[in-house]
């Protein structure tokens, strides 16, 4: 039977998951982890790095290192989020030729499905490594609330990475497959899934014969664990404004560093009760001296900090539950998804929410994936007995006259579903009439997402109100929407299939998949460098951890300071190696920082 992968394609970190003998395993990258970060990197002689490669080089290449791409795919560029992305991110934005979002990467622009293309290559690539064969399917996950754009633009990534995407599924309704996968259960079930970028909620009934029914789903595509980690950030650039009047967010470096300490802190914060954030030499002061960040961060400061981003998610459960008409006395599971779900306070906000311990027999970081292998498995095998009935996010209908939103589908409808309507003309000796399809829950049209328009022609002239056009909306089992105008007195139809606007042209797409294959061999030719970059990078956090020891000594000691500006060069040296990724350059400097650690050790002991 063929081969279909499920990828979770996550904001942070992305998951590959197939079902072998009946039974979904995780693979494993070739690094032995089960997640690959959703990161992608140009290097400065031009090559493509994704993953734990990208993730390790994020501090000395922030530029051209991007990270949450999740968080910008299909979204238009005049829109709030992206404005906010511009204004936070490290890497550069700017506005793509059909109003979308293009990423730039060492002066050449990247459309958002190109860069989530090459994680989905890495994941594909990562299958093929483990299988020993190539994999041509794939079901991909998306949040649940992504509008059609998105879901459009997370299909054209796959297409792009060389993935025939047989469908797309919600990442909650995922996690609901795989929790009651082979279990024979009847039960409702919440999934809550907090990831790095995105929260969902999802209330389904897990039926007889492997019937899975989405009730009702909610979430907010702008919060997740990064929002959180922004909180420290400014928490600790505050703190250091405040001590040394320096603002640490104009250096790109150091808020690279500051991004990766605080996201440490905070998952270290999961399990310990308070946590040191060091970071020396993060910036030099205006007298040319390096300055270093050290600050103590608690389990309650940090609940402290992101207390009301937490309350924003139960106040979407509050509003899901109500969407589906259920009490809380008849959720009889919670299912907790996505990384975030380990920190303590969310668990016990979650618990007080629904007044019952949530299920910790899943892995918050693996059930999605799992869920979308064992669909993908259901669709190519006919003898599988799994029918999975999900709902539209967002309500769908057309612009009517006033610039009013008016509503065909419903929010939260089972799919596949059909809905009609009649309209009649709003001027008289009106011919045509132009069809606006938008997807949203505003009743003012332009607050909604317009998917697509299309005009039908040729009606007959006549006093305003009396022609009548009948409107049907209809989507399949993949979500994809079509749309039909029929003039009732002629016959006369029009109709178009909602092909939602990615931002990329079919031409475009075709292009990208070109070049998109040219990676494999960049991926597996940047090995050797890795390899002595992640020695290099080992020693050189060993010195730095040690130099504020060695300062001290060196200040109140006649222990030779110009060892410290010999240390400070060879690290310097050893970084300025790495930037250019110079295999042999960065080979070299080991021996020098492998000397420099040993002597400051022994320094270090002596006193
Ligand atoms: P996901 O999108 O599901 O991969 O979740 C990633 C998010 O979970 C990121 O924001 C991580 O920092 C966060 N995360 C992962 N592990 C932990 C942990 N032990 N404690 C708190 N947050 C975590």
Known sequence: ???????????????????????????????????????????????????????????????????????????????????????????????????????????????????????????????????????????????????DNQRQATKDAGEIAGLDVIRIINEPTAAALSYGFGRNIEKTVAVYDFGGGTFDISILEIGAHGVFKVIATAGDTFLGGEDIDARIIDWLVSGFKEEHGIDLRQDRMALQRLKDAAEKAKCELSSVRETEVNLPFIISSGRNEALHLQRTLTRQTLEELSDDLIERTVDICKQTLEDAKLGKDEIEEVVLVGGMTRMPKIQQSVQSFFEKEPNKGVHPDEVVALGAAIQGAALVDDKQEMVLLDVTPHALGIM????????????????????????????????????????????????????????????????????????????????????????????????????????????????????????????????????????????????????????????????????????????????????????????????????????????????
């Not at 089960?34 to 090559?47: F, I, L, N, R």
């Not at 299909?74 to 506005?95: D, F, H, L, M």
């Not at 000796?429 to 003012?444: D, F, H, P, W, Y």
């Not at 390899?531 to 020693?539: D, F, T, V």
């Open 1 to 147: 039977m063929e081969k279909v992968i499920g990828i979770d394609l996550g904001t942070t970190n992305s998951c590959v998951a197939i079902v072998e003998n009946g039974t979904p395993v995780v693979i494993p990258n070739r690094g032995g982890y089960k997640t690959t970060p959703s990161m992608v990197a140009v290097t400065e002689a031009g090559k493509r790095l994704v993953g734990h490669i990208a993730k390790r080089q994020a501090i000395t290449n922030a530029e051209n290192t991007v990270y949450a791409a999740k968080r910008l795919i299909g979204r238009k560029w005049n829109s709030p989020q992206v404005k906010n992305a511009v204004a936070t991110s490290s890497y550069r934005i700017v506005e793509g030729p059909h109003n979308d979002v293009r990423i730039v990467l060492r002066d050449k622009e990247f459309s958002v499905p190109e860069i989530s293309a090459m994680v989905l290559q890495e994941m594909k690539v990562i299958a093929e490594d483990y299988l020993g064969e190539t994999v041509a399917k794939a079901v991909v996950t998306v949040p649940a609330y992504f509008n």
């Open 400 to 607: 009517t006259f006033g610039s009013y939103f008016e509503e065909l589908i419903p929010q939260n409808t089972t799919v596949p579903t059909h809905r009609t309507k009649i309209f009649t003309t709003s001027r008289d000796n009106q011919t045509a009439v132009k069809i606006l399809v938008m997807q949203g829950e505003s009743q003012r049209a332009e607050e909604n997402e317009l998917l697509g328009e299309f005009i039908l022609t040729g009606l007959r002239r006549a006093p305003k109100g009396q022609i009548e056009i009948e409107v049907t909306f209809e989507i399949n089992a993949d979500g994809i929407v079509s749309v039909r105008a029929k003039d009732l007195e002629t016959g006369l139809e029009q109709s178009i299939q909602v092909t939602a606007t990615s931002g990329l042209t079919r031409e475009e797409i075709k292009t990208m998949m070109d070049n998109a294959k040219d990676d494999l061999v960049d991926r597996r030719t940047s090995e050797e460098f890795e390899a002595a970059k992640q020695e290099a990078e080992k020693l050189i956090g060993e010195i730095e951890k040690l130099f504020p020891q060695v300062q001290q000594i060196v200040a109140s000691s006649d222990f030779g300071r110009d060892a410290i500006e010999k240390a400070k060069a060879i690290v310097d040296k050893a970084r300025a190696a790495i930037e250019r990724k110079d295999a042999a350059a960065v080979k070299e400097q080991i021996e020098g920082l492998t000397r420099t650690h040993r002597m400051f050790k022994g320094v270090v002991a002596k006193t």
